[in-house]
């Protein structure tokens, strides 16, 4: 099983990126997805979330309004769609795939923005 996730960066505040998470070795149709990321010094965080169907979608506070999570289950991708960016944005980003039985991470991208 593989989550591997692109198109991190380095982006001036303001900027935007979109995130992806591409899997191998899983379906992700029978798995709810998340993003998490993580900033020097800091907890991992839980970023956003979407249901299985994409039906359903969570926001941390923080990104609630700028940031938003998609899923492609055709594509076995998961998105994530990234605007007004602050400095405070700035952490690796993750996702992960999860059922009751079995959770997997991707290796992380680094979202850097400066001010």
């Known amino acids: 099983v593989q989550l591997v996730e692109t198109g991190g960066g380095l982006v001036q505040a303001g900027g935007s990126l979109r995130l992806s998470c591409a899997a191998s070795?899983?379906?992700?149709?029978?798995?709810?997805m998340s993003w998490h990321r993580q900033a020097p010094g800091k907890q991992r965080e839980l970023v956003a979330s979407?249901?299985?169907?994409?039906?359903?979608?969570t926001y941390a506070d923080s990104v609630r309004g700028r940031f938003a999570v998609s899923r492609d289950n055709a594509r076995n991708t998961l998105y994530l769609e990234m605007n007004d960016l602050k400095p405070e944005d700035t952490a690796v980003y993750y996702c992960?795939?999860?059922?009751?039985?079995?959770?997997?991470w991707g290796q992380g991208t680094q979202v850097t923005v400066s001010a």
């Open positions: 992960k795939a999860f059922t009751d039985r079995a959770t997997y």
């Open positions: 979407i249901s299985i169907r994409g039906t359903s979608t």
């Open positions: 070795g899983i379906s992700l149709s029978a798995y709810g």
